[in-house]
């Protein structure tokens, strides 16, 4: 019997290399929020968030370490614990100053480098922009959507995509998602200062 | 450019964001990219799409395996609920009144203790003679199909439609097709085995269910769904009323600090499977 069990916990160089590496981030975001949900959350709640906050602004700040991960730019100057909980922070800061409201009660934990926190800024604001524009693909259309997520997303080869859609043909699944980046491209098109805010942060990025 | 000249374009611009192009053709590419400004601004709203693509699906995926998360921890009652029994006579002696002050403080505690006596017996009558298998299983099992974990990309290579059908419906909670298409299947894998195991304990065919995960169990390729078998195994026992099996397994889970399902079995979840063990 094979004694191999699936992974449950990680030390920091595991979490990284399973982020670049892995192609099933499950067991990994579930160690990342066992290990960090809790004092992230103490802090919004602290600081005049509630429970659906920290669980939101939590996710988001999933989304944007693993985003600096993937670019190479976690360089394990500060342990995970304390850069997530940074870009969460950080976060929960934009948030309050976007509703004008102060913090109640700041921790010091300034453990990481400016560079890092240069990165986590940069980052941010990338994952807003982003966010600001994934209406877009909302209003693409079902199958469009899917057919996108599975080819961009899953990286799934055209041959598994067109069964999987249910086309006639390879060839019908390939033209499908022309059309569809084509749409979702003319849509970004429509919105020029937006497009213009990303393309300049793919350029510096 | 004619239509197939655009679509092959795009598909070149694909293969070179991907990094897939050869040292030569990557040269060229680069080479009609620095002369040619319509080519470059293609690939940077190429680039900008994909992206758009790319966060949309990483947010969902995110989303998906918090909320997996959630339904496996939150069917039971969190153990705060306990609490009101404990706080309730620090109200009263908060609010008693002049008259009330002169009775002597053991009668108080007397009446305190035996209030709480109460209150400690009525939750335990209630929980003892509401508690079943029913009720513990069906606060475990969640209409949503537990996320695999194995990878849509692993099965690349794979011709085997029915196996894809079979995953699919899965995602879509469609037992009963999942049953069928797995009947069909000539050499199904451990992942459709475990998906039909799931599809039978929905569809309460409990004795299918256990053979199923046990046979997912003892597949030694399939030590990355083990803990998920184990624990939907524990669930098929309490579905059939084979109780002592299945408490021994899911307190053996709950013990286990490197067992996925740990963190979904609170103590009092557990404390009511052993006031059930003692009922049946």
């Known amino acids: 019997m094979n004694n191999k069990k699936i992974q449950t916990s990680y030390t920091d160089q595991e979490v990284i290399e399973a982020i670049n590496h892995s192609r099933d981030l499950d067991p990994v975001v579930r160690h990342l929020y066992r290990n960090n949900f809790e004092s992230v959350a103490n802090y919004i709640r602290s600081n005049s968030g509630n429970d659906e906050d920290a669980e939101d602004f939590f996710q988001e700040a999933i989304v944007v370490f693993i985003n600096i991960v993937r670019k190479g730019n976690f360089r394990g100057d500060s342990s995970i614990k304390t850069f997530l909980y940074s870009i969460a922070r950080n976060l929960w800061r934009n948030e309050l100053k976007r509703q004008n409201r102060a913090l109640m009660r700041e921790t010091n934990n300034n453990d990481h480098t400016e560079k890092e926190e240069q990165d986590i800024q940069e980052s941010i604001c990338e994952n807003e922009v982003k966010n600001q524009l994934l209406q877009l693909l909302e209003t693409l259309g079902e199958n469009c959507r899917k057919i996108l997520l599975l080819f961009y997303y899953e990286n799934l080869p055209m041959k598994e995509i067109f069964q999987r859609m249910g086309y006639e043909t390879e060839q019908v699944a390939r033209n499908m998602k022309y059309r569809c980046m084509n749409k979702l491209k003319d849509m970004l098109n429509e919105h020029p200062d937006m497009k213009q805010n990303f393309r300049s942060l793919l350029t510096n990025g | ?280």
């Open chain 2, 1 to 280: 450019m004619d239509n197939m000249n655009e679509m092959n374009q795009a598909e070149l611009i694909d293969r070179y964001l991907q990094g897939d192009l050869g040292t030569q053709e990557l040269q060229q590419f680069q080479v009609r990219m620095q002369a040619d400004e319509e080519l470059r601004q293609t690939v940077e709203d190429t680039q900008m799409a994909q992206s758009l693509v790319e966060h949309y699906g990483l947010r969902n995926e995110i989303k998906a395996i918090r909320a997996a998360m959630q339904a496996e921890g939150n069917a039971t009652l969190p153990e705060e609920t306990i609490a009101p029994v404990v706080e309730e006579p620090r109200l009263l002696t908060q609010e008693v009144d002049e008259d009330v002050k002169a009775v002597p403080m053991f009668q108080w505690a007397g009446r305190i203790a035996a209030g709480l006596t109460l209150l400690i017996v009525g939750f335990l009558t209630i929980q003892y003679t509401t508690l079943s298998p029913e009720r513990l299983y069906e606060e475990k099992i969640t209409s949503e199909s537990p996320y695999l974990g194995l990878s849509n990309r692993s099965m690349e290579d794979r011709e085997d439609t029915l196996a894809d059908q079979v995953r699919v419906e899965y995602q879509f909670g469609n037992y009963e097709e999942v049953i069928r298409l797995y009947g069909e299947l000539e050499n199904p894998t451990f992942a459709e085995t475990f998906r039909a195991g799931y599809a039978y304990l929905q569809q309460e065919r409990t004795e299918q269910a256990i053979d199923s995960f046990q046979q997912v169990m003892q597949d030694e390729d399939a030590f990355m769904i083990k803990d998920k078998a184990e624990y939907y195994l524990a669930l098929a026992y309490l579905q059939d009323g084979q109780i002592e099996t299945a408490v021994s397994m899911l307190e053996k889970i709950h013990e286990s600090d490197d067992h996925i399902y740990e963190d979904s079995l609170s103590s009092f979840y557990l404390w009511r499977l052993r006031l059930l063990k003692m009922k049946y």
